[in-house]
């Protein structure tokens, strides 16, 4: 059974820099597109990001191109989003998801980790 869980969510002022990191456990990551979503209070969960299995093709959410960028480490099992010039609007709990291949519909992704929070203040 794969296992994702993500971390290095909190709170920060906007402006601000965070990365989340999601351990893959169960199999090795490289067998898995990894996707960053996130859910606002009373709102949908949205595509922010995936990346390919090696990690050659990237893909973002216009609301955060720019300013986010996903990575991984297979040898290590983890995924990374690392976030730069938060904004209020990014305030939201962000899940990984890994995946047979890269999307940006939620449903294509078989596996979920329990997200993590992230609050930016004004």
């Known amino acids: 059974q794969v296992q994702l869980v993500e971390s290095g969510g909190g709170l920060l002022q906007a402006g601000g820099s965070l990365r989340l990191s999601c351990a893959v456990s169960?199999?090795?990551?490289?067998?898995?597109?990894m996707g960053w979503f996130r859910q606002a209070p009373a709102k949908e969960r949205e595509f922010v990001a995936t990346?390919?299995?090696?990690?050659?093709?990237?893909y973002y959410a216009d609301s955060v191109k720019g300013r986010f960028t996903i990575s991984r480490d297979n040898a290590r099992n983890t995924v990374f989003l690392q976030m730069d010039s938060l904004k209020p609007e990014d305030t939201a709990v962000y899940y990984c998801?890994?995946?047979?291949?890269?999307?940006?519909?939620?449903?294509?992704?078989?596996?979920w980790g329990q997200g993590t929070q992230v609050t930016v203040s004004s």
């Open positions: 990346i390919t299995q090696r990690g050659a093709s990237t």
């Open positions: 998801a890994a995946g047979n291949s890269p999307s940006y519909a939620s449903r294509d992704y078989n596996y």
């Open positions: 169960g199999r090795s990551s490289a067998w898995y597109a």
